[in-house]
């Protein structure tokens, strides 16, 4: 099945600096890679996805880049707000049709 | 916030017990995702339900099991509650014949003692 490590689990970042996070996954056939972010005590919210017909999408501060041959894919949040801070989860859907695979997910925290 | 509901917020249970959750889908949604998250941890893929067939299942036992509705909603049940089971259960609705994204509902708590 598939497999998704994501990478750092921890991510302290200065406001207005920008933060990177990076997802790897294993099965080839997956074609669909959400974002989710994650609030204490909240639901997971969809922040950005990207489909494996495109390589980079952007939704002003957050942007997702997608490399299928190397079998990874990354989330860029840029000018970083105290509102950021969350933890974020990748995800892929390596059961196909958007049963989704989730890595371990990153907690990230803007520093004031 | 989605238009995804679940009930209950919060379910206290022994080991042994069984327990059913639900939720609602999000109108215009055929297909209904279930997902363990444990705490510190990514959600977990149990089932998915698509127009009241299973659809696919992740590396859970035969004590997990659900239903869909006509109307979409879906069930979530556990037989033989145990300590492990203590997590989010985070359901998700999407429609698959549009492949849209998946929009999760605000979850139950389920802590067995």
């Known amino acids: 099945g598939e497999n998704v490590e994501q990478h750092p689990s921890t991510l302290s970042v200065q406001e207005g600096d920008s933060a990177v996070i990076k997802c790897t996954y294993s099965?080839?056939?997956?074609?669909?890679f959400p974002w989710y972010k994650q609030e204490l005590g909240k639901r997971p919210q969809l922040i950005i996805d990207i489909r494996s017909n495109v390589g980079e999408k952007k939704d002003q501060r957050i942007a997702v880049t997608l490399n299928k041959t190397a079998k990874h894919f990354s989330l860029h949040i840029t000018e970083t707000q105290p509102e950021d801070s969350a933890v974020y989860f990748c995800a892929a859907d390596g059961f196909g049709n958007e049963k989704l695979t989730f890595g371990t997910g990153t907690r990230l925290t803007i520093i004031p | 916030e989605t238009g995804v509901t679940q009930s209950p917020t919060h379910l206290i249970k022994t080991r042994g017990q069984q327990v059913t959750l639900r939720c609602s889908s999000q109108s215009g949604h055929n297909t209904v995702s279930w997902y363990q998250q444990a705490l510190g941890q990514g959600p977990q893929f149990i089932f998915q339900y698509y127009r009241e067939e299973e659809n696919g299942r992740g590396n859970f036992p035969p004590r997990f099991s659900g239903l869909q509705f006509p109307n979409y909603s879906s069930e979530l049940n556990v037989n033989a509650l145990e300590l492990d089971d203590s997590a989010l259960y985070l359901c998700?609705?999407?429609?698959?014949?549009?492949?849209?994204?998946?929009?999760f509902g605000p979850g139950t708590r389920l802590t067995v003692l």
């Open positions: 099965d080839s056939a997956s074609n669909y």
């Open positions: 998700a609705s999407s429609n698959r014949d549009r492949a849209d994204t998946q929009y």
